[in-house]
């Protein structure tokens, strides 16, 4: 064959259609994997749910800590002196009724000297009798002249002194039987008793305290509450209290407190519990609580529980938009009832949010909105494509 000769200009456009075609062929398979990736980031990234906020009357609620203690407490001590103590008969947390005896006292002494002031009133008595006999006799011979106007005077002032002493003597004689009925120490109100410091043998003055008794057996709770909220209580409202034990009472509010603390800037609300008596009353006077104002109703706002993400301490709800991507929305929140809560800003009442699959989106995501339901509503969020 002959052998075919080539132009230079022939040769150098062959040169650049190959590296052409080379460079076409190695860099196919990437463009190709690029669209690939950008077709699956495409992908909706959940199946979600939908809501729209409802309007609903929410109970306005004041939240409150503080303290049980007794409405009243009584100290009931000793009104004899220098008397030994024979008897308790109660002990700490009996329930006990008024004018019951609790403690009684020696009455040796009281006795003897109660019989001593009955003799002196007996012989007050005879000499006011002959006192009176006498001044009666002056009386009848005053206009006589046997008798002088002195001797008249001191037979009818010796009448006067022996009913005095009569009256000194039943004194003395009401001072010693009040001793007696001092030697039994009775309850002056019907309560539980709530401390007791009587022992028997010991003898006592007067004023000491033996025992200490919750009156009526009624508490207490002593709400704490800011000044700013203080004007949203009123007298008579009711209060639902719950001990740190679990146990839960209604009670009212019977007083406020006309002061605030200087320190604290918070005032007491005096809530009244339901009376109870029993040893195994769920309530004791020191014990710690928590507890609710119930202030009425009010219309709210709501969204179900499932549509707030908490994050970082904050509250956020995803609106979801035209292009069927989210916005996470930053709102806050308010009260709650049942499974749902109040949104107080942020959104608007025709604001779509999302509900199932809250907690698993990030601003800007894409999702696919399917119809809501019982069973996508209890179900956790499904990824697109399972």
Same mark, same amino acid.
Do not use: C, H
């Given at each position: 064959?002959?052998?075919?000769?080539?132009?230079?200009?022939?040769?150098? /456009? %062959?040169?650049?259609?190959?590296?052409?075609?080379?460079?076409?062929?190695?860099?196919?398979?990437?463009?190709?994997?690029?669209?690939?990736?950008?077709?699956?980031?495409?992908?909706?990234?959940?199946?979600?749910?939908?809501?729209?906020?409802?309007?609903?009357?929410?109970?306005?609620?004041? =939240?409150?800590?503080?303290?049980?203690?007794?409405?009243?407490?009584?100290?009931?001590?000793?009104?004899?002196?220098?008397? #030994?103590?024979?008897?308790? #008969?109660?002990?700490? @947390? &009996?329930? $006990?009724?008024? @004018?019951?005896?609790?403690?009684?006292?020696?009455?040796? =002494?009281?006795?003897?000297?109660?019989?001593?002031?009955?003799?002196?009133?007996?012989?007050?008595?005879?000499?006011?009798?002959?006192?009176?006999?006498?001044?009666?006799?002056?009386?009848?011979?005053?206009?006589?002249?046997? %008798?002088?106007?002195?001797?008249? *005077?001191?037979?009818?002032?010796?009448?006067?002194?022996?009913?005095?002493?009569?009256?000194?003597?039943?004194?003395?004689?009401?001072?010693?039987? %009040?001793?007696?009925?001092?030697?039994?120490? $009775?309850?002056?109100?019907? @309560?539980?008793?709530?401390?007791?410091?009587?022992?028997?043998?010991?003898?006592?003055?007067?004023? /000491?305290?033996?025992?200490?008794?919750?009156?009526?057996?009624?508490?207490?709770? #002593?709400?704490?509450?800011?000044?700013?909220?203080?004007?949203?209580?009123?007298?008579?409202?009711?209060?639902?209290?719950?001990? !740190?034990?679990?146990?839960?009472?209604?009670?009212?509010?019977?007083?406020?407190?006309?002061?605030?603390?200087?320190?604290?800037?918070?005032?007491?609300?005096?809530?009244? %519990?339901?009376?109870?008596? *029993?040893?195994?009353?769920?309530?004791?006077?020191?014990?710690? !609580?928590?507890?609710?104002?119930?202030?009425?109703?009010?219309? !709210?706002?709501?969204?179900?529980?499932?549509?707030?993400?908490?994050?970082?301490?904050?509250?956020?709800?995803? #609106?979801?938009?035209?292009?069927?991507? $989210?916005?996470?929305?930053?709102?806050?929140?308010?009260?709650?009832? @049942?499974?749902?809560?109040?949104?107080?800003?942020?959104?608007?009442?025709?604001?779509?949010?999302?509900? *199932?699959?809250?907690?698993?989106?990030? &601003?800007?995501?894409?999702?696919?909105? $399917?119809?809501?339901?019982?069973?996508?509503?209890?179900?956790?969020?499904?990824?697109?494509?399972?």
């Amino acid at each position: 064959m002959k052998n075919i000769k080539m132009k230079p200009a022939a040769l150098a /456009t %062959l040169a650049v259609l190959a590296v052409a075609a080379a460079g076409s062929a190695l860099y196919a398979p990437a463009s190709v994997a690029a669209d690939e990736k950008k077709a699956e980031a495409q992908k909706p990234a959940l199946t979600v749910t939908t809501a729209r906020p409802q309007n609903a009357t929410l109970p306005n609620r004041l =939240t409150a800590n503080g303290n049980v203690a007794a409405w009243q407490e009584a100290s009931i001590g000793s009104e004899s002196n220098g008397l #030994r103590l024979t008897e308790v #008969r109660v002990n700490v @947390g &009996d329930v $006990v009724k008024k @004018g019951e005896v609790l403690a009684v006292f020696s009455a040796d =002494t009281v006795n003897a000297e109660l019989a001593q002031a009955r003799a002196a009133v007996l012989e007050a008595e005879a000499n006011a009798a002959e006192a009176k006999g006498n001044a009666a006799r002056a009386r009848t011979l005053e206009s006589s002249g046997a %008798l002088s106007a002195q001797q008249i *005077s001191q037979y009818l002032t010796a009448e006067q002194t022996a009913n005095a002493r009569i009256a000194s003597a039943k004194a003395v004689l009401a001072t010693q039987q %009040l001793r007696l009925k001092y030697t039994q120490v $009775v309850a002056p109100d019907a @309560g539980v008793i709530s401390a007791r410091s009587a022992t028997v043998g010991a003898v006592v003055g007067a004023g /000491t305290e033996l025992f200490r008794m919750i009156r009526q057996g009624r508490l207490e709770w #002593r709400a704490e509450v800011t000044a700013s909220e203080l004007r949203r209580i009123k007298v008579g409202a009711s209060a639902l209290v719950k001990a !740190a034990n679990g146990s839960e009472l209604t009670g009212k509010v019977r007083m406020i407190a006309p002061t605030v603390d200087a320190q604290t800037r918070s005032a007491l609300v005096y809530v009244d %519990l339901p009376p109870n008596s *029993s040893q195994d009353a769920p309530f004791k006077a020191g014990m710690f !609580a928590s507890g609710q104002f119930e202030l009425g109703s009010s219309d !709210a706002m709501t969204v179900p529980q499932q549509a707030i993400a908490v994050r970082d301490g904050f509250s956020y709800v995803f #609106r979801l938009n035209g292009d069927q991507r $989210v916005s996470q929305i930053k709102v806050q929140t308010g009260r709650r009832l @049942g499974d749902r809560i109040e949104v107080l800003n942020g959104i608007k009442g025709d604001t779509p949010v999302v509900v *199932s699959g809250a907690g698993f989106l990030n &601003d800007g995501d894409l999702v696919r909105n $399917v119809a809501p339901s019982s069973a996508t509503a209890s179900a956790k969020p499904v990824k697109a494509g399972n």
